[in-house]
């Protein structure tokens, strides 16, 4: 039993994380229609940025939380810079563009990415600093679950909560929602759509570099490619929950890490990215809107 | 032609850039000796380049836009030099017959090195050619071309392994079984829309290679099959150096028969219905088109060329492992057929010739390939989506009622 | 006049989530008929061709269509669009869908694709058989062009071409598809007079050549010309049918054209 609840833990864990960086595919797919290939790689810029200035830090001798709180903002607000350039460079000249177009290019950026990091970086696993400490009073249920699970638990929870009040209550969120709805009316109606595409990026990139300073900390090394397998991933879980949908992202989230840990847990961890990516297949064959997506209709 | 207006904007990208770059560019972390360096230089570089960088794409778009407006007036496109040439049969057959002498020549010429560098070359040119049916022509976005070159290099692989069969009998074998893992694959997911497609073909070439990589008892596992046969000449003995050149000549002859295949495909009621659809599906099908299956012809057909050539690469480096089949070598062709021009046989040779030989020959340049075939992507679509050489349509004639005969020009 | 019956549809229903978009439409079309579908913007005329040409699938009713050479009687509701119009549909669209980085000759050549059947092989060997259905195809295609006065720019870029002449390569795109039933969404859209009266001479020609022809249109002058009949919609449900003269002076179209007041104002 502590077995199942040990994995069924790991396996929240492992959700939340991919929900941080599936509600950056959903958020763009949801205003602009496309599938920002490159958002895993703004995941990886995270976790190496935070990497980065988490060792540095350390190396001069800065406390702890300082380190903690420094390496968090700056990998959120790097990310976001290379979200909003992205868009800026690759997307934003091809918005009218056939469709394959703007696709290709996101194909383009995460290779550009990647291998920008392993030629500025290096190509070896690089180990992350412990940032989450193993509290004390986690101690008679460490066996089952993590201080680090907990923590990035939390966090995750407040970051969704944050995310859902800016998306309902503020005005950023509310020309967002209606931009998804019509871009060509928010126009109409005086929306800075440019404006809204940006922050959307901004948005999503930021998330993104919170999982991937939650994940690094978490497994304890980072690598250049690391995005590639955990954008899909995300992807697949966007996908699932209903691409364009934002509660359908975390739900999708979820069900994927709790189907990988148990997967790995009770069949076999050679297959581990073969599940994720053969649910991916066939959700998409058998269910392309996904759990909460609404289903395209044909305009003609 | 640039205003202090945009150099000073330039400047300002520049500038953003260097803040952008600065953690990854600037700071290099050792965790082990815990020591950091700051490399400032970088900086500058970075600064100069993209400083350059952002002028000449300001200059560009300049340019065309003056172009846009001068053809508005004179209502005539502009044709480049290139598809000129292309374009008059005086000139487009001795060009052809000139670079077939000099191919076959070449390996005569220059060392066996250099022949097995263009052999390279050469599989680059017909898997580009393949998937240029798929997704220049077809208009459907394979990411996972990768995993039907898989299938014939481990069928090959495989059936030589166990059966002791030769390359001539696995090479139609190996290609076929590609084929029928296009229908497969391609069955149930040509429904989808462009970007799913993209992603599924993505999966299942990552699919295909983990199992290749996890299945044990099946392939070996990472550490791959060694001693393949090479492919046999009517039982001649051969040395290295001989099996090397008999290869370069049989990717000669391969090429040869691709490119008359495709151009034929391209130009036949086939070939017209994929450049429909890539357009306009549902206007497609209002003209009796049926989609799926017109598009599984063509997903099948890039199949069935990937693992023709994944048979030859087999043969040619006698080993085979998971490693040779990664989502890089499914985007190095797709950069292939983007760089060259979607849809243009002539162009896709141009990209592959570029995009395989430079890094070659340029050994300083290797470790940067990886990050040009990114920018291409991203360039190309930006400034020149048509690619270096776009596909010509072809013009037919009609010699009026009382002949009901029509001539046909070429391209 | 009582030509054969070509196409019946009864009953006809179809709801996207809680809006019901079309309302049990019964309408039939004879052959050499020309039948306009009139109603306001929004009516379901549209939606009701794409039922009826598969792309949409209709949620209720029965559409049959019985060939006027052969004679055989098939049920259209449920078939792929492209089995539609081998069956003999063909249709053009509201929003022109060219293939536009195609010549023009090339988009008519599209449309003999269902007609013609080489395939791989076909197209690698090119044997006498493929030879003879190219050069069909490309005869039957120039001979349509000339039907619809775009000969002359045969191998220039459909996207080059004026919006009428984009309309009428639709229409001749649509004809190579040999349908004895063609369906035109509003083709005299955005068409100048002497556009319009081209286009008139040359449905009328159509008609004559032994096609049926449905059309959508707004150019209320050009449906009294040249329909034999008209079915009038409004908020997806068939408000009037009758000829012309009868439509002109029908209560319930005038008071969904032109609202209560006119019916008060008569009154």
Partial sequence: ?300 | MITVKEVKKSLLVSLWFVFLTFPLMVIKVNPYERTVSWRWSNMLYVAIGTFVISLLAKAWFVRKERRMARQQDSCRSRTPIIQKILQRPGYRYPLAAFLLGAALAFPQLFSTYQANIMTTALMYIVLGLGLNIVVGVAGLLDLGYVAFYAVGAYSYALLNLHFGMGFWTVLPIGGLLAALFGVLLGFPVLRLRGDYLAIVTLGFGEIIRLILENWNAFSKGPSGISNISRPGFFGMEMSLDQAMIYMYYLMIGLLLVTIFVVNRLQDSRLGRAWLALREDEIACQAMGIDKTRTKLIAFSLGAFWAGLIGVIFAAKTTFVNPASFTFMESAIILSIVVLGGMGSIVGVILGALILVLLPEYLRALSEYRMLAFGAILVAMMIFKPEGLIAGVRRVYCYQGRKRNTALKNDE | MMNKLILEVSGLTMDFGGIRALDRLDLDVRSKEIVALIGPNGAGKTTFFNCLTGIYLPSNGDIRLVSPQTGKESRLNGLKPNKITEKGVARTFQNIRLFSQMTVLENVMIGRHCRTSSLILGAIFRGRKTRKEEQETIDKSYEILEKVGLAEQANEFASNLSYGAQRRLEIGRALATEPFLLLLDEPAAGMNPQETADLVSLILQIRDEDHAILLIEHDMKLVMTLSDRIFVMDYGEKIAQGTPAEIRVNRAVIKAYLGEDVESDNA
């Fill in chain 1, 1 to 300: 039993m502590d077995y199942f609840i040990e994995l069924f833990c790991s396996g929240l864990t492992r959700g939340s994380i991919y929900a941080l960086i599936a509600l950056g595919y959903t958020m763009v797919y949801g205003i602009i229609g496309l599938i920002n290939f490159a958002h895993g790689e703004i995941y990886m810029i995270g976790a190496f940025t935070s990497f980065i200035v988490a060792t540095v830090l350390s190396i001069y001798g800065f406390p702890l939380a300082a380190i903690v709180v420094v390496a968090g903002v700056a990998a959120a607000i790097w990310s976001s810079a290379y979200g909003y350039t992205v868009e800026k460079i690759a997307y934003k000249p091809l918005r009218h563009a056939p469709r394959l177009a703007p696709l290709i290019s996101a194909i383009g950026m995460s290779i550009l990415l990647q291998n920008y990091v392993l030629l500025a970086q290096t190509s070896d696993f690089l180990p992350f600093p412990e940032l989450i400490p193993e509290f004390a009073f986690m101690e008679p249920i460490a066996h089952i679950i993590g201080s680090s699970d907990i923590v990035i638990l939390l966090t995750t929870t407040v970051v969704m909560l944050a995310l859902t009040f800016l998306i309902k209550f503020t005005r950023i969120g509310k020309a967002m929602r209606a931009t998804a709805q019509d871009r060509t009316m928010a126009l109409l109606v005086g929306i800075n759509v440019d404006r809204v595409i940006s922050a959307t990026f901004i948005i999503g990139s930021a998330l993104a570099a919170i999982g991937g300073l939650l994940i690094a900390s978490h497994i304890g090394q980072i690598n250049f490619a690391i995005g590639f397998i955990a954008g899909i991933k995300a992807f697949t879980a966007a996908v699932l929950g209903g691409i364009g949908s934002i509660p359908g992202a975390v739900l999708g989230s979820l069900i994927l890490g709790l189907t990988e840990s148990f997967a790995t847990g009770y069949i076999s961890s050679d297959y581990e990215d073969v599940f994720a990516f053969s649910l991916l297949v066939l959700i998409l064959i058998f269910k392309p809107s996904g759990l909460l997506g609404k289903a395209e209709t044909k305009k003609v």
